[in-house]
């Protein structure tokens, strides 16, 4: 069995600096890549950031020089470090795990204003 669990998210001014944090459960973290997708309302679900079992990270190009994916194994836990906000940032951000995506967590507000 396997949960994930999103927090962090909020509301922030535009070039403002949030953490994500994904609290993952079960044996299958640690051989896992993780990743953060996002949705806003009216929009497609778009990936974020992906991050390997061993450490390796892409992410999109509208995120990439701001965003950071990150891991820690020892405490099953996924992080996504965002700076310089930005109002189109503004989604519903989860956590997954898999290579195939195979479990979501629940989702987390982020609200952005300018």
């Known amino acids: 069995q396997v949960q994930l669990v999103e927090s962090g998210g909020g509301l922030v001014q535009a070039g403002g600096s949030l953490r994500l944090s994904c609290a993952a459960s079960g044996s299958l973290f640690t051989f896992s890549d993780m990743g953060w997708y996002r949705q806003a309302p009216g929009k497609q679900r778009e990936l974020v950031a992906r991050i390997t079992s061993g450490g390796s990270t892409n992410y999109a190009d509208s995120v990439k020089g701001r965003f950071t994916i990150s891991r820690d194994n020892a405490a099953k836990m996924v992080y996504l470090q965002m700076n310089s906000l930005k109002p189109e940032d503004t989604a519903v951000y989860y956590c997954?795990?898999?290579?195939?995506?195979?479990?979501w967590g629940q989702g987390t507000q982020v609200t952005v204003s300018s």
């Open positions: 997954t795990l898999g290579y195939y995506n195979d479990y």
